[in-house]
DNA sequence: CAGTGGTCTAGACCACTCA
DNA sequence: GAGTGGTCTAGACCACTGT
């Protein structure tokens, strides 16, 4: 028997047919697991193994105790790198990432809710140029849009730069973001490069932004660099695909 | 009983310390199901589940008749907005996938499987600012390293652009890649949008780029614009997130 | 051919949600 | 408490890989 004829996918294939015609909306609730064995003439486990192949494909959600509902079209946040803008800063006075949420008619929140100096892993001693021995802060952050988890974001920086201001002792920023206390400490973003990749939530991710199945993140390691061409800071975001992309707009050089 | 305390997630974090820890290496097969469940005193099918959650998290790969293997470390194309630099084009003759390709030490080959006039999909014909009869001419591309499909690209391009040139009838363009044809047909590329987002493969791209339970796709929508900030260009890549990423590097705009 | 993962069954009990 | 999905069992057969 080839695999596409197999009960358990004649099964997915018939709800995703269903679901991309409409006759199951975004949102609607399925038959339940019980319905369509019984329906189909199958085991529940059978029908169990449909749901389970559209879920992984991010199609439908399942809720224990309530059912199994087709997962609405993600709104979307499309994050660019006007993010570091100085002016954007100035003129709303808002850290980027609630402006860009409050144009999506949604309420931002963040918390930075760690500080720490630490020995930086291996892939910011890198970007950064450090000494083997020498040492970072480290600043945990957690963003949402209506108190849904969106991101996540572990910024480091040298300790030569941070000590003693703000950057290393205070979790609230204050006028403006981390940028505009980058600048207070000499160090204006000018130049970022920013290197993305997709990948499956691991444990903490899975819990921490609540990921359901079925949705990939997005991770961008961001480098931040003044006029000198310096780096200065890395940062390492992770956001839920069904909830944040991203956006770049730029010259192509010759 | 607390869901991390069921048989099936114990012996997942089991599996997952051992990989982590490195007693599983990558590339190494794991016990088999009829092992595991022997092992531990469960059901074939509970040691399969616990198999399955690591296959969705892309820590292992199932491959059928052979077993369980640990997923090896990917190599990661870092695909950046340099591939469209004329420089690079004229300086080694090669496209620019084909150049990155190379920089890996792999053998990079592509084909165009198909030209057609089309009339464009909404998000194509939004970005081109098209009237909504005009119709397009659509390029569909597969990209591979060593033979391994890694990105599918479509190409959407006004027809009033494209007529009578390469860019609508031959599926070999010859020196240089795409954009040098542009460029002839006076559509030099200077400026460029991507919107960058990731999600689930859907069917057909799971069968096209034969891609593994737990590996996400990343999906550009690349818009071209010409020095007079037209645009003349709309491609959507979809690539396999294990094994290609992206680069960004930018000044920030004050 | 033996050994692997893939699918399916028919039943049981548990955990969660909601009226 | 009724109804949902989540987990587990013990067995069977199929499809694929390698020797």
């Not at 993140?217 to 061409?229: A, E, K, R, S, W």
Request: aromatic share 6%; glycine share 8%.
């Amino acid at each position: 028997m080839k695999s596409a004829e197999l009960p358990s996918r004649l099964l997915a294939e018939q709800l995703r047919q269903a679901i991309s015609t409409g006759t199951l909306q975004p949102g609607q609730q399925l038959p339940t697991e019980r319905e369509l064995a019984a329906a189909h003439g199958m085991a529940r486990n059978t029908a169990r193994v449909a749901i389970r192949l559209l879920a992984e494909q991010g199609l439908v959600q399942a809720e224990h105790g309530r059912g199994v509902f087709v997962r609405t079209a993600p709104r979307v946040l499309r994050l660019g790198p006007y993010r570091y803008s100085r002016t954007l800063r100035e003129q709303t006075g808002l850290s980027p990432y609630h402006a860009e949420v409050r144009k999506q008619g949604r309420i931002p929140t963040a918390a930075c809710t760690s500080i720490e100096e630490v020995t930086p892993p291996g892939y910011v001693a890198e970007r950064l140029a450090l000494d083997a021995r020498e040492r970072t802060i480290r600043r945990e952050n957690w963003y949402y849009a209506d108190g849904e988890p969106i991101q996540h974001g572990v910024t480091f920086l040298p300790v030569s730069i941070g000590a003693g201001s703000a950057l290393a002792e205070s979790t609230d920023l204050g006028e403006g973001d981390l940028y505009a206390r980058f600048a207070d400490a000499g160090y204006a973003i000018s130049f970022t490069r920013e290197e993305v990749s997709a990948r499956m939530p691991d444990q903490l991710e899975t819990e921490g932004l609540a990921i359901p199945l079925g949705v990939p993140v997005l991770q961008v390691i961001h480098t931040g660099f003044d006029p000198d061409h310096r780096p200065f800071e890395v940062t390492r975001f992770v956001m839920r695909a069904d909830s944040a992309g991203l956006d770049y707009s730029m010259a192509v050089d010759d």
